[in-house]
């Protein structure tokens, strides 16, 4: 008997199709920013960024290179836990225009670690794009330069989002209802 994982699909919040159109529009408005700069670099946050980074890197428009970082945050009960480096770039990004892709901002403390952590390395530039964004969840102060969708504080997968791993291959981004405390 194959065991069904605790919590459900709520149903789709994004469809694949809003998704597209609204990832060719935020190539478009990129390509026109990044025009002067040359060259951008896209780094990618592991894992959640890789199914967003790949359809955006492929709809831009400029010279373009993919980096990847992987970080992991600890959450203590409410208490959102630090933010721990697992993978670093392995290349230096002083003087380039640096563009980190998240597939989600929701306290924002991932992102600002990132941004603290890559902007002492004196980038040209550096910004954000992030697919999702849960504004009344932010907690810190972070500048989300370009944003694909402002959702609710609610839990979501699809689309390289997961909830304990799983649902990243979702076509979809989908409100999900994460298991009551004693459901399995
Ligand atoms: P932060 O609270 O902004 O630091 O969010 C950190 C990370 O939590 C994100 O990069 C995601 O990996 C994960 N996360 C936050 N909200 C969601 C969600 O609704 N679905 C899936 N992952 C999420
Ligand atoms: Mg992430």
């Not at 060719?24 to 592991?46: F, H």
């Not at 989600?104 to 910004?127: C, F, K, M, N, W």
């Not at 972070?142 to 997968?157: A, K, L, N, Q, S």
């Amino acid at each position: 008997m194959t065991r069904q994982p605790p919590g459900r699909i709520e149903g789709v919040l994004i469809s694949r199709e809003r998704i597209v159109a609204r990832i060719a529009e935020l190539a478009d408005e990129i390509s026109r920013d990044y025009t002067e700069a040359g060259e951008v670099v896209l780094v990618g946050v592991l894992k959640g960024a890789f199914v967003f980074l790949a359809d955006l890197a492929r709809a831009l428009d400029v010279p373009r290179r993919i980096e990847f970082m992987a970080l992991s945050s600890y959450r203590d009960g409410d208490r959102a836990g630090d933010v721990r480096l697992i993978m670093d770039l392995r290349t230096s990004i002083r003087g380039r225009h640096v563009l980190v892709v998240e597939d989600i901002v929701d306290s924002g403390r991932t992102l600002r670690y990132l941004l603290d952590t890559l902007g002492a390395r004196q980038p040209a530039s550096l910004e954000c794009c992030a697919l999702v964004l849960k504004r009344s969840a932010l907690a810190v102060d972070v500048d989300v330069r370009y944003v694909g969708f402002e959702i609710p504080d609610v839990w979501v997968v699809g689309y390289g989002l997961d909830y304990g791993e799983r649902y990243r291959t979702l076509p979809y981004i989908a409100a999900f209802q994460p298991p009551e405390v004693g459901e399995d």
